[in-house]
């Protein structure tokens, strides 16, 4: 689509994009120089121009999302929390806050608050608090240990929530020692008091983020972190404990308030990349998933709740533009660049994509057949992909003598986190089924898919490298077939991984198994049936 502008100039959206990134390549610092400002202004007023003449800016992009809402099991959820006392840890945040006058609304006895928001020492193992009316406020650290355990022994909460943790990604790869201590130490000293004082019900709030099998940034490996422990915890120990996935909060949006920040000081307004996306939901919908969660939590299981239909994703440009155009002023965009906590790509395995309309934006695959439409209509739940129990208490025991120690290198702590996260995933591959694995992989790095979304094989390895050796030793005939993929395919497949040199090993395995296939198919339909077609002999 070409469009007229305000010269006599005409350009579609990709090339005024274009045009902004060759005159501020990202990762150039803001952009100062008159003239060149003076362009930016003009190619951003031409971008608007572009996106009104496709039917976009019309209204608000997030309209839909603020107005919607899930159902809430309100009865049940009020019989849970009658004459109760709650504890909300992070309750100072913006879901607490809304939490708390939810749980009040709702019946709850007396709800005790623990925030490190005011919390002066952190060491101090009887924390100052603050009562207001039925509310108690707590300066504590879930990290100290001693601090939690002193306000479950004089308070005797019945329910816990746990929402404390780091909000931002991109902090998370700044302040790495306290996200990681956060969301390792401090969830394991609350499901530890929450068995040690009888609690009948904890719930904890996650991110979808979780949902990518493999991730290198600090804010997500942490969080997995922290789910797996409340799998593990669900399996072995008392208490009844359930789980949320959250999407992009609305309420709490940080591009959302930078971005209006901006537009209001009339300043130069800064977005990552074209071409990026978020789906988002509502303060009422993450509260409403928390409150449910007392009420459609399993007992020895780790059920999450997330809401069903989240719509289409947003794209992040189109939400500046908004903004700019709503404020009536002439300001000007660039593109500064994907910044650490948010440059990891998309990986296309995430999805079944044979089931475009069933896809879930916060449920993978291998978490897929697990999913169920509870009876309202309007939540999902689903379980995290089994995993090994012993590898994973090996794996926490190494992390927290390390991250325990204050004389351990900060910027070593991600290295050994993503250590750690790899084989625990591993032993969730070795658990999950070969076709599984092998549709996750061909999805993943189909070349057209990747050519589509912009990105190369090579920024896949340590997933690819994942995937391969967890089907290694356990394809056959049988498992291609039941993967429904084709010689040929298989073959392509191979091609692509050879590019890939960190698997040379694997890599030969499959060639082997797409050999020892294809000898077998051609023999005569009497030997095959009198032979086992799916034991690979030799196949290493």
Known sequence: ??????????????????RIQQLVPPGSPEP???EILATLQTLTAQLIAAYKADGQLESEPFDDVRDRTVHLYTTEVSNKLKGKTILVTGGEGCVGNFLIEKLLELGANQIICADKARCQNPEETHPIF?????????????????????????????????????????????????????????TQNVIQLCEEYDIENCIFSSTGKTSRYFTTEVYAASKKFAEWQFARAAQAGNVTYGMVRFTHMLENSLFCEQMSNKVKQSKTVNVHAPHRYVTAQN???????????????????????????????????????????????NIPIYFQGLLPGYEEPFFMGQFDWSKPTEIHLLINVLEDPFRIVED???????????FSLQVFDRQVSHLESLISNPDFPEAQIKQVLVAAEKQVIASSFAWSSAPDLLKILQSGINPKKLQGYGTDIADYNEIIQLLVQGMYGRLNAEVLYNAEVTADE??????????????????????????????????????????????LRDAA
Not at 1 to 15: C, G, R, Y
Not at 376 to 386: N, R, Y
């Open 283 to 329: 303060l009422v919908e993450a509260v409403h998933l928390l409150l449910n969660g007392l009420v459609l939590s399993v007992p020895g299981k780790l059920r999450f709740l997330t809401v069903r239909n989240l719509g289409w994703p947003t794209e992040t440009l189109e939400v500046a533009l908004y903004k700019i155009l709503e404020s009536g002023k």
């Open 376 to 386: 309202c209509g309007d939540i999902v739940s689903a379980e995290v992909a089994p």
């Open 130 to 186: 603050e009562r207001k009316g039925t509310v108690t406020f707590y300066a504590a650290d879930i990290r100290n240990f001693e601090a939690l355990k002193h306000i479950f022994e004089v308070e005797k909460p019945d329910i816990v929530f746990h929402l404390a943790a780091q909000r931002s990604p991109g902090l998370a790869e700044i302040q790495i020692r306290e996200t990681v201590t956060t969301s390792l130490l401090g």
């Open 32 to 34: 100062k120089n008159p």
């Open 490 to 535: 298989f073959d392509e497949l191979i091609e692509s991984l050879s590019t890939v040199d960190s698997i040379g090993v694997e890599v030969q395995y499959l060639r082997s198994v797409s050999k020892s296939s294809k000898e077998f198919t051609e023999l005569p339909l009497c030997i095959q049936k009198k032979s086992d077609p799916f034991v």
């Open 1 to 18: 689509m070409k469009i007229a502008s305000n010269t006599s100039e005409v350009f579609s959206k990709a090339e005024i994009i274009d």
